[in-house]
């Protein structure tokens, strides 16, 4: 299986670092072929602008959206976009490794997803959800929070966290036809031990084992 590994987190020493790079070795231990992209290492400029592209259809009004377009024809892409994309378009698997900050993707993972997910090439016409340009692929969001796992149920203060991630889940991820998996959740990660720590890298070396062999979930609709 070929599985594309994207990664964000600013701290190299974080417990986010060390579930990217037990996911890549565990893979790989699998015999999986992994890629892999370190936003933060790349030093991956989130804002969109002209310097995604390296074609002009309409040099006095930037619209992102038929540019992408038009780059999509042309195969106008700049590098670095057309790098990322192809990662996408090469795997069976995407994971995403991320801190939740605010409810959300880290604005940096975000900004990817604005640069890459370009319409024309990954998204467009009649090829959203289920005729999605990414069907048959499968995606999973492997995350930790700052709060505990009683605070994202459903009835408690943050709500239930399949409503938290859903906006992800179904808003990025199936719109563009992937799959989703059951995300891979690490609760409070600063406040565990070291052998707590230990122990949901073991388990989650052991998900990655067998993870060509898991379905996709319901996540619902809105």
Request: glycine residues 10%; contains cysteine.
């Amino acid at each position: 299986m070929k599985v594309f590994v994207l990664y964000w987190h600013p701290e190299p020493q974080s417990f986010n670092r060390a579930m990217f790079r037990t996911a890549c070795e565990a893979l790989a231990g699998a015999g999986h072929e992994v890629k892999t992209s370190d936003l933060h290492e790349m030093r991956f400029d989130p804002v969109s602008s002209r310097k995604s592209f390296v074609t002009v259809k309409d040099p006095n009004f930037f619209k992102q959206q038929i540019e992408e377009m038009h780059a999509t024809e042309m195969k106008g892409f700049s590098a670095e976009i057309e790098s990322e994309m192809q990662k996408i378009e090469w795997c069976d698997l995407m994971i995403w490794q991320f801190p939740l900050w605010w409810f959300g993707l880290p604005a940096v993972l975000k900004g990817w997803v604005d640069r890459v997910f370009t319409k024309g090439r990954v998204y467009g016409g009649n090829q959203v959800y289920e005729t999605g340009v990414f069907r048959g692929k499968r995606a999973l969001l492997s995350l930790t929070t700052g709060g505990p796992e009683k605070g994202y149920r459903k009835g408690a203060f943050n709500g239930d966290i399949a409503g938290v991630l859903r906006p992800i889940h179904r808003g990025i991820l199936q719109f563009v036809g992937f799959g989703v998996m059951a995300p891979q959740i690490v609760y409070g990660a600063d406040r565990v031990t070291d052998e707590q720590r230990k122990q949901h890298l073991a388990t989650y070396a052991m998900r990655l084992q067998s993870i060509a062999h898991e379905s996709p979930i319901d996540v619902g609709i809105y």
